[in-house]
């Protein structure tokens, strides 16, 4: 079964830097696309980066510019990294793997398409 490993949170500055790392194992063939997904409490989780195995990418516009999403398939890791870090960024990040086709208009960014979760890693920024 796939199984997703989140690491690198912790507790930041505001204007600070973070890399969340995310190691896939598991059978993936089925749930190529990636991403990163937070959730503050009292609030829905949101999409925040996601990847296409092509190295497409996508982001929700409150990070854009921010924040980068990578992988390292040698190493079946995913990799967000944080930049200009706001108060607001902070939450729980979790990373998941799924399918969809964007082509078909899919949104990359919806919880709909991604059937394997990590457990999370938190992410606290202070001003």
């Known amino acids: 079964q796939v199984q997703l490993v989140e690491s690198g949170g912790g507790s930041v500055q505001a204007g600070s830097s973070l890399r969340l790392s995310c190691v896939v194992s598991?059978?993936?063939?089925?749930?190529?696309?990636m991403a990163w997904f937070r959730q503050a409490p009292g609030k829905e989780r949101e999409g925040v980066a996601a990847i296409e195995p092509d190295g497409t990418t996508d982001y929700a516009d409150s990070v854009k510019g921010r924040f980068t999403v990578s992988k390292d398939n040698a190493k079946n890791t995913l990799y967000l990294q944080m930049s200009a870090l706001d108060v607001e960024d902070t939450a729980m990040y979790y990373c998941a793997a799924g399918i969809y086709y964007s082509d078909e208009g899919d949104d990359p960014l919806s919880t709909r398409y991604y059937s394997h979760w990590g457990q999370g890693t938190q992410v606290t920024v202070s001003s």
């Open positions: 598991g059978p993936t063939y089925d749930s190529p696309d």
